[in-house]
């Protein structure tokens, strides 16, 4: 089973900053099948990323995902009050993990 | 705009039988593989498993903590998907999410709860 760690497990930052949330694999993801979710609470996530660096349908682009292997990163170039949420990545190479999660806070 | 709606959920003893159903709209059912994610209460996600459409056999994959255990099926006819669970144990209590896909998973249900507790 593939491992997935992310990092940091709270990010505190303020409304128009840069957020990079972190997910490291225990080993290589064939063919970048790694996805990112966002979650709301009490809320069903949402897909925001596939394959790496594929904009789900509907999601601004001011979140971007990149990485390659084991090591991927989320990116939200300028925060929106609406970001502030638990950020989950996914891998589908082999029998599908999650990753622990990356709480996005209000500073 | 697609549609899952999940239902059956409920508090059940250790040992017994609950069976959840997703109901889709607005897409063509038979056209995806389905599957279904977990989360337990405060925790993080949890892949389940999931069921290929006819055109890929229509066969099915568990992750290990629910395999012999828990069965997926589906109803084309009604685009409807099932998750079987038997020989229920606490630590299956958890939201049960319905999902599109069998990679990644583009359409999500609100959730039903299932509480496994004597």
């Known amino acids: 089973e593939i491992v997935l760690t992310q990092s940091p497990g709270t990010l505190s930052l303020s409304p128009g900053e840069r957020a990079t949330l972190s997910c490291r694999a225990s080993q290589s993801v064939s063919s970048s099948y790694l996805a990112w979710y966002q979650q709301k609470p009490g809320q069903a996530p949402r897909l925001l990323i596939y394959?790496?660096?594929s904009r789900a349908t509907g999601i601004p682009d001011r979140f971007s995902g990149s990485g390659s292997g084991t090591d991927f990163t989320l990116t939200i170039s300028r925060l929106e009050p609406e970001d502030f949420a638990v950020y989950y990545c996914q891998q589908y190479g082999s029998s599908p993990t999650f990753g622990q999660g990356t709480k996005v806070e209000i500073k | 705009e697609v549609q899952l709606v999940e239902s059956g959920g409920g508090l059940v003893q250790p040992g017994r039988s609950l069976r959840l159903s997703c109901t889709a709209s607005g897409f063509t059912f038979g056209d995806y593989a389905m599957s279904w994610v977990r989360q337990a209460p405060g925790k993080g996600l949890e892949w389940v498993g999931f069921i290929r459409s006819k055109a890929y056999g229509g066969t099915t994959e568990y992750a290990a903590s629910v395999k012999g255990r828990f069965t997926i099926s589906r109803d084309d006819s009604k685009s409807i998907a099932y998750l079987q669970m038997n020989s229920l144990k606490t630590e299956d209590t958890a939201v049960y999410y319905c999902?599109?896909?069998?990679?990644?998973?583009?359409?999500w249900g609100q959730g039903t709860m299932v509480t496994v507790s004597s």
């Open positions: 394959g790496a660096s």
């Open positions: 999902t599109r896909g069998r990679y990644y998973y583009d359409s």
